[in-house]
């Protein structure tokens, strides 16, 4: 059975930083680019960043451009997210993603793979 499974969210103050991790399991994930979407209450799920299986090419969505850092650890099947200089505007349900696409574009529509999500909150 196929398993991604996030941890490490929670509360932390604004300009604070969090890392959360997704381990994968079930499968083999070689060729899977993987990486992360986050929905906040009322609004619709949005890509964070995306990190390809090969050559670790890493994308990220503008809000969070130069503040969140994906990575990866093939060996693990785990990837992580390490959130810096956090706003109150980041707080969400982070969801881990796998696709055995690329890491460039990524819709929520074509993940092959979901994990449950783990909660997000950043005070003010």
């Known amino acids: 059975q196929v398993q991604l499974v996030e941890s490490g969210g929670g509360l932390v103050q604004a300009g604070g930083s969090l890392r959360v991790s997704c381990a994968a399991s079930g499968r083999t994930f070689s060729g899977f680019a993987m990486g992360w979407f986050r929905q906040a209450p009322g609004k619709e799920r949005e890509f964070v960043a995306a990190?390809?299986?090969?050559?670790?090419?890493?994308y990220y969505a503008d809000s969070v451009k130069g503040r969140f850092t994906i990575s990866r650890d093939n060996a693990k099947n785990t990837v992580y997210l390490q959130m810096n200089s956090l706003k109150p505007e980041d707080t969400a349900v982070y969801y881990c993603a796998a696709n055995r696409g690329g890491a460039a574009y990524w819709d929520s529509h074509y993940m092959d793979y979901w994990g449950k999500g783990t909660l997000v909150t950043v005070s003010s």
């Open positions: 990190i390809s299986w090969s050559r670790g090419s890493t």
